[in-house]
């Protein structure tokens, strides 16, 4: 499923005096929330003036497979700004079609339903994009990071919901169909081959900011080039609003009262962060996050958080699992193998908090 819970979600607060000045940047919190709506349709538009520069700022949201999404954009007038936000929405929904392992008829899921047959099949544009992707991060990550973890994906959600720790004997024969290296991918059919039997795809990890990559795209057909996108908390930023330097960010740790927060100005970029915050599963006193580590089949055991500041909203969404699962000290190392890519990492081992930023935000 590529729309998931997130442990930071964008909530927009709008002063009376937000525009009282071009030079004004817009200001969004982060913090983290659990939306309880599934599959809930609802849209609505918050517009506002600028009148120093003509544009108007135009916001919708709507629920999304159990999160939120959320655009943000300037546009001359709202006929342009209604026909940009339904070709996004299209957009966004046709890659849940195409993305969710949650769906029976997915793209996806007709695809891992041919494991172990030993044939090439011809998948879609979006589909072949999404696994090149992955793999390649799969590939350069040194397997911290693994779109084919399905059957593991569905024992973890599993034992989330039913508070129940995975059998050892079925996590072991779902690990055997784990591996990036045996999905093989042909650039020129567009075709994939998937090796193991039984092997299931699952691109959650990466899905939500492959989407933001593409919705910011859509609005670009309508010219619109100030943008903010987010989907459970899976940020991208296009260009700044009018007279403005950036969409200004700032980001906590999913607690609101945490004073732990720093403020950036966001621009041509995307930004997300990972973490167990309300996803996890406690059994006999251990608590596992919802980030899977795809060698053990297991959630992270110890407390990690990682942000990372990114070209693309696939790089962000993805690295941020890369990291977490790598841990601080790996992280360190393999940051290098990422260039361009800027990481916070905070981590908690046997009692001791370390933080460890890369380059200032």
Not at 27 to 36: A, D, E, G, K, M
Not at 285 to 296: A, D, K, L, T, V
Not at 315 to 339: E, N, W
Request: proline share 4%; net charge positive; charged share 20%.
């Amino acid at each position: 499923m590529f729309v998931r819970h997130h442990p930071l979600l964008l909530i927009f607060r709008l002063p009376s005096t937000i525009y009282s000045t071009p030079k004004l940047i817009q200001t969004f919190r982060i913090y983290s929330r659990l939306c309880l709506h599934k599959r809930f349709f609802c849209a609505f538009c918050i517009l506002i003036t600028n009148v120093t520069t003509g544009q108007t700022r135009f916001t919708f949201h709507r629920g999304l497979m159990g999160t939120q999404f959320n655009v943000l954009f300037y546009a001359p007038d709202s006929l342009i700004a209604q026909r940009a936000y339904v070709a996004v929405s299209v957009r966004i929904d046709t890659l849940n079609q195409v993305m969710s392992d949650y769906l029976d008829g997915s793209e996806i899921n007709r695809l891992s339903a041919t494991a172990g047959q030993g044939k090439w099949v011809p998948v879609s544009a979006d589909l072949f994009n999404v696994l090149q992707k992955a793999k390649t991060i799969a590939q350069l990550s040194r397997g911290h990071f693994d779109p084919t973890i399905g059957q593991l994906s569905l024992l973890w959600r599993r034992a989330v919901r039913r508070k129940e720790f995975p059998d050892a004997t079925v996590r072991r024969k779902a690990r055997n169909t784990v591996g990036y290296k045996f999905m093989e991918l042909d650039g020129t059919t567009h075709s994939v081959r998937l090796h193991r039997a039984g092997m299931r795809l699952d691109v959650g990890g990466i899905g939500q900011g492959f989407a933001i990559d593409e919705a910011l795209r859509a609005l670009h057909q309508f010219g619109i080039r100030a943008a903010l996108i987010d989907i459970g908390g899976d940020i991208l930023a296009g260009d700044p609003p009018p007279g403005s330097e950036g969409w200004r960010v700032q980001i906590g740790s999913g607690n609101v009262a945490d004073a732990d927060t720093m403020t950036i100005l966001l621009k041509n970029a995307a930004i997300t962060t990972s973490g167990d915050t309300y996803r996890f599963l406690e059994i006999n006193g251990r608590r596992y996050s919802h980030i899977m580590n795809p060698r053990s089949g297991l959630g992270l055991k110890h407390f990690v958080r990682a942000t990372v500041l990114a070209p693309e909203g696939y790089q962000a969404d993805a690295l941020t699992k890369v990291f977490s699962v790598a841990g601080l000290r790996r992280s360190r190392k393999l940051l290098k193998r990422f260039p361009g890519i800027k990481l916070i990492i905070l981590e908690n081992k046997r009692g001791q908090l370390r933080k460890w930023q890369s380059a200032p935000f």
